[in-house]
């Protein structure tokens, strides 16, 4: 495809995004099937302009002086991208697939002196800017800015299969780097959003299992687990089973680790992953199969939660989702949380830990969620989440000290882009009192 077609192809996806409210990948293959002529290599492109649009969308909009998809198109183009003034006029110019030439108005906004950090906003949805000043007080501006840019590509190097040296030797191809923050990661950095992601997938480490993709906060939040070497493990909302996997690392194929989620369809990925990275202490308790037994209850070492929530946290991967994230739809999830603790909290023994753990930055998603639930639940307490994520083995001393700034109040921690370069995600630790 020529460059004023791809121009006018991410024009015609974000129009459809705003006027179907779909998440951005679903507009992106709806369009790939009406259009197959476009290349996987037109099809990145494509998406990495919807995406940069999307993470910038209230910044690129003051820039031009209008928020309709061809302004916020042109605009990340130019503002973004840095594609020169008059080769944008001539891609968007170009008949017959161009989406026509700039007009006076849109030329002076583009050749404006400002830079798009000049006219920059916030970037975030105006009623979700008091729970993130909440959240992060004096820190927010740095904050927001961080979530408008671009995520790099994490993987958990799986100690199961085979030592980190030698895992990182495999990944020169993908020019995968060691993280200073945790034994067991590794980093690619950020690709140019006009190509395809680096394909890890399909490189010959990652099909035996030797590195899974994982963001790194995601990595640092399992580590709160603790030392769980031949432990008693409840991973209660396993999912796809990234963090399953990675508890399972942490615990070296020993003692017994339980992987439920109320959604079986969800859980459908596990059976595979667990078998490629070597996962042999893992046992699926499916819900149509009864679930978690109950007489398992008391009987925990450990229980992680990892639950449902806004998201709010990947907002550099999935920018989309913070334009379709509603108040109704949050106040399901907190509702979901509340029940989701307290049916968790019955299987962890006296003496053990219940891990709580999302992948959003609000309060109230967090905080406020624990606080109701201590409120109920007497026989449970907070924890520092700091010394167990040392216990585990896998965070270095430069990880400690990069992790301190990223402790709360009340000694839980809150990763973000801007403190730690992570996702955004919570995770405290709760001892049920002997």
């Not at 820190?139 to 190097?157: M, N, Q, T, W, Y």
Request: net charge positive.
């Amino acid at each position: 495809m020529r460059e004023s077609g791809k121009l006018t192809a991410a024009m015609e996806i974000l129009k459809d995004f705003t006027s179907r409210r779909v998440p951005i990948k679903t507009a992106i293959a709806d369009w790939g099937r009406q259009n197959r002529y476009a290349g996987a290599k037109d099809r990145a492109w494509i998406a990495g302009l919807c995406l940069d649009a999307l993470r910038r969308r209230p910044s690129l909009a003051a820039q031009m002086f209008d928020d309709s998809p061809r302004a916020l198109v042109l605009g990340a183009l130019h503002f973004i991208w840095n594609t020169p003034l008059d080769t944008l006029g001539e891609w968007a110019g170009e008949e017959p697939h161009g989406p026509g030439s700039l007009t006076e108005e849109e030329q002076s906004h583009l050749a404006s002196n400002n830079t798009l950090e000049k006219a920059a906003q916030s970037d975030m949805p105006d009623w979700v800017m008091p729970m993130l000043v909440r959240a992060f007080g004096d820190e927010v501006k740095a904050e927001a800015r961080a979530f408008g840019h671009r995520a790099s590509v994490d993987l958990r190097l799986n100690t199961l299969k085979s030592q980190p040296e030698k895992t990182l030797s495999a990944l020169k191809s993908v020019k995968a780097r060691s993280v200073p923050i945790l034994r067991t990661a590794a980093q690619i950095k950020a690709p140019d959003p006009a190509k395809k992601a680096p394909a890890v997938t399909v490189i010959p480490a990652f099909n035996k299992g030797w590195v899974e993709v994982q963001d790194l906060g995601s990595q640092i939040v399992t580590a709160a687990a603790g030392d769980i070497k031949g432990a008693q493990v409840l991973d209660y909302c396993a999912g796809g089973g990234g963090k399953t996997l990675a508890l399972s690392a942490l615990m070296n194929n020993t003692g017994q680790l339980y992987a439920y989620d109320r959604d079986a369809r969800r859980l459908k990925p596990l059976y595979h992953r667990a078998k490629r990275a070597g996962v042999r202490n893992v046992q699926i308790c499916n819900p149509v199969d009864g679930g978690v037994p109950n007489d398992m209850e008391g009987k925990m070492d450990v229980v992680f939660v990892d639950a449902p929530c806004t998201g709010s946290g990947t907002w550099r991967r999935h920018p989309d989702t913070k334009w379709r994230l509603t108040a109704q739809q949050l106040d399901r999830r907190l509702s979901e949380q509340d029940t989701v603790l307290t049916e968790a909290a019955p299987f962890v023994r006296p003496g053990g830990h219940l891990v709580y753990v999302t992948c959003s930055v609000f309060m109230e998603e967090n905080e406020d969620r624990l606080a109701l639930f201590l409120d109920t639940h007497k026989n449970f307490r907070l924890c520092p989440a700091l010394p167990m994520m040392e216990k585990s083995g896998i965070v270095t001393e430069a990880g400690m000290a990069a992790l301190r700034p990223c402790v709360t109040n009340e000694g839980s921690l809150r990763l973000s882009p801007a403190r730690i370069g992570t996702d955004g995600f919570f995770v405290a630790v709760l001892e049920r009192r002997a």
